[in-house]
């Protein structure tokens, strides 16, 4: 009885205190013990004045739901990157940041190129180029599975989805990465100037591309560059709109769609009954998918700004308010998943918060799933064994959840 108290006060103080800039030493390794608090003791946290944390399911979904919300940034992002820097430019004028009109537009040009029928078409490029990287490591004593597999595949596919020349993808990961870095609750200065740099030339070499396909447009249908460049009936984008969209794309389809890979193998790998179960019913690899994304999922965070009161679970917010949605805490809530706790690869219904949802729902979640899929599927029935080779390091950041290497041995 006094343990379970202490227990529980232990658990208040925890989230009491809780600082997304300075969060416990364990957080990163497993946050599950910190977000069981919040959703317990401050579902609503305050994180500075007129700043929350949600870190329950249905007021995740509700904010996502509201149409009482922004996802402008442009407020947050002036004093952070500093107002007409590559950064800020960057991060207030792509999809995932703006509003209507601008939000509606870019939302119906892309969709159309990410739509089943292109699925379909990229499918049998991915199929190979997994079998050809699961040749590759075949030799290898321990191969990194983040470097060899899980990053290789989404840098094709986006690369493919805009046409970007093979030869020229070599720097997209470490832009894409930097890019996103500064996006972190607390970036550091070299953080910040690393980003800088990576907008600014991530934007010298798409003018160029641009100016390229100009001269020689591909088909729509199949390219989105192309896709982008053309417009809608309302007229074209501005060139700030198109350049920033295409790093945006690029980016958004990367490291979400690595991570998903590589948590994923390494959730598999260490939960040995569930790994066992997909081999022996290969046909579970859908829900699989779905279940790794809920258990690990690969974006931890999501903002938006509130316009007009919302009532949440404990307390109402105001307009105004700065609001962080804690989609890892919410894809573990008992309140939606039965014992969210455990590993559960045929798990139905799994209505996860991986992708958001709403307006700015994930564009490209059916391209990640269909990468997944072959990822994962393939992996495990081609190296059944398959086990680690040396303890994985984690990337720390708090807003992606992945590994920086995973090496492993394929038995
Ligand atoms: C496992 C991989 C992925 C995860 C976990 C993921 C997650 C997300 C999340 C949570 C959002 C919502 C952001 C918000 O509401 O503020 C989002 C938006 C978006 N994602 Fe993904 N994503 C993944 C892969 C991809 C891929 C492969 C593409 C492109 C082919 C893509 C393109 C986009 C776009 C364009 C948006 C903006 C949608 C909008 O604002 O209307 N994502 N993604």
């Known amino acids: 009885m006094a343990d379970a108290a202490a227990a529980a006060a232990a658990a208040a103080e925890l989230a009491r205190s809780f600082r997304l800039s300075d969060p416990p030493a364990d957080f990163v390794d497993d946050p599950s013990a910190t977000w069981a608090a919040l959703r317990e003791h401050h579902p609503v946290h ?13 007021d995740v979904l509700a904010i996502y739901r509201s149409p009482n919300v922004s996802s402008d940034k442009k407020k947050e992002f002036g004093p952070k990157f500093g107002v007409g820097t590559p950064l800020y430019e960057h991060h207030t004028t792509s999809q995932v940041f703006s509003d209507p009109p601008l939000h509606t537009r870019l939302r119906r040009i892309l969709m159309g190129a990410v739509n089943q029928r292109a699925i379909a078409r990229m499918e049998a490029g991915v199929n190979t180029m997994v079998d050809a990287l699961l040749d590759r490591i075949a030799d290898e004593p ?31 990961r470490e832009w894409s990465l930097a890019t996103l870095s500064a996006l972190e609750p607390a970036p550091s200065e070299k953080v910040l100037a690393r980003g800088q740099a990576a907008v600014s030339e991530f934007l010298v070499y798409l003018k160029d591309l641009v100016a390229r396909r100009a001269a020689h447009p ?6 989105v560059l192309t896709r982008l460049m053309l417009g809608d009936a309302n007229g074209k984008l501005g060139e700030t709109e198109l350049l920033h969209n295409c790093i945006f794309l690029l980016n958004a389809g990367h490291e979400t769609t690595t991570n998903l890979i590589g948590n994923g193998s390494h959730t598999l790998i260490t939960h040995r009954d569930q790994l ?12 699989a998918v779905e279940e790794l994304l809920r258990y690990e999922s690969p974006i931890q965070l999501n903002n938006r700004l509130t316009t007009a009161p ?66 994962l599927g393939k992996l495990f029935a081609r190296y059944p064994n398959i086990d680690l080779a040396a303890p994985p390091e984690r990337d720390r950041r708090l807003r992606f959840r992945g590994f920086r290497n995973l090496p492993v041995r394929l038995g």
Do not use: W
Request: net charge negative; hydrophobic share 40%; with cysteine.
């Open 142 to 172: 321990a191969p990194d599975l983040i470097e060899h597999f899980a990053a290789q595949i989404p840098v094709e596919v986006i690369g493919n989805l805009l046409d970007v020349p093979r030869s020229e993808r070599g720097p997209l």
């Open 46 to 58: 305050e994180l500075a004045p007129n700043s929350v944390l949600l870190t329950r399911y249905d």
């Open 310 to 375: 919302i009532q949440l679970s404990t307390r109402e917010v105001p307009a105004g308010t700065f609001i962080t949605l804690a989609i890892g805490a919410a894809n573990r809530d008992a309140a939606e998943f039965a014992d969210p706790e455990r590993l559960e690869i045929a798990r139905k219904p799994n209505n996860h918060l991986a992708f958001g949802q709403g307006a700015h729902a994930c564009s490209g979640m059916n391209v990640a799933r269909m990468e997944g899929r072959i990822a």
């Open 218 to 223: 591909g088909d729509p249908e199949a390219d």
């Open 276 to 287: 066992q179960r997909l081999q022996r019913d290969p046909a579970l690899i859908g829900s």
